[in-house]
């Protein structure tokens, strides 16, 4: 069975078809989901379908893209809200947080400077908490690492992780996954590709970021949490091993990642 660690299925390209879209997952083998918030006016939203769907949990956090329109008071509300869903079951991480130096607006210094208070806040709320954390690592490896140094939440997920051998082996030092996905399907995408294949495999967990990231074989169409078995076969053949190798480990690395999901899976 597999977990898709990272999915959107909150997201406007689902629509009303999100909890069929899961089902559907759920029948291909992908037994959770883990569906992230983006900002304080989707908290609900992400709650409810996870509690809509048997193989759905959810995480909060505010993300950088949405920042710029983010209120301190929101960082307030995040909080309250975490401190409420402890009791949730369904209820597993603090994310997507993070930053992002790829899009030009958020790499302007006021927003830069405010996308690194927002996840240091964020950071802080997940160490309190004792809550691992999704984190956006854009163009901003470095900076991201630096923030886990001087605030460490009990680990969690590079989400998408694009860098270099040397800031995977960072985050993994700081007790960090790194999440690996559609990207790594294209022949072209080599340094992905690499370290996916050479990369401790108990410290990699998978993902679909759906609907954004779709892998090869359906780009440029919306990916689907439904692709998650075949991303993990595409993961089992650049290793040269066996899909329920791939299946068995990625399991443990995602409960590891994500304790809280232990007890769902039960």
């Known amino acids: 069975m597999w977990i898709d660690t990272h999915c959107h299925l909150d997201a406007h390209e689902f629509g009303a078809q999100a909890l069929d879209v899961a089902a559907r997952a759920g029948g291909l083998g992908v037994s959770m989901i883990v569906i992230p918030a983006v900002e304080r006016g989707n908290f609900k939203a992400v709650a409810d379908l996870a509690h809509g769907a048997p193989n759905a949990s959810y995480a909060l956090g505010i993300h950088p893209i949405c920042v710029p329109q983010a209120q301190d008071e929101d ?21 997507e947080i993070g930053l992002d130096f790829f899009i030009p607006l958020l790499c302007e210094p006021a927003m830069r400077e405010k996308q690194e208070r927002f996840f240091r ?10 809550l691992p954390v999704l984190t956006h690592v854009r163009r901003s490896q470095d900076q991201v690492l630096k923030h886990l140094r001087q605030v460490t939440p009990p680990g969690g997920i590079a989400h998408a992780f694009n860098g270099s051998e040397q800031q995977a082996n960072t985050f993994i ?5 790194l999440g690996f996905g559609g990207a790594m399907t294209f022949t072209r995408a080599l340094q992905i590709r690499r370290l996916a294949s050479t990369l401790p495999l108990d410290r990699i967990v998978l993902e679909t970021d759906a ?10 169409a919306r990916n689907s949490p439904e692709q998650l078995p075949a991303i993990g076969a595409a993961l089992a053949g ?9 299946c068995t480990a990625a399991w443990r690395s995602s409960i590891e990642a994500i304790p809280r999901l232990a007890a769902l899976l039960a």
């Open 75 to 95: 960082l307030l509300a995040l909080r309250a809200a975490v401190e409420r869903a402890m009791s949730d079951p369904r209820f597993v991480a603090i994310g």
């Open 173 to 177: 030092k700081l007790g960090m996954h």
């Open 121 to 130: 806040e964020q950071l802080r709320i997940a160490r309190d908490f004792g």
């Open 211 to 220: 609907p954004d990231i779709s892998p090869a074989w359906i780009h440029p």
């Open 238 to 246: 650049l290793r040269g091993i066996g899909e329920p190798e791939v």
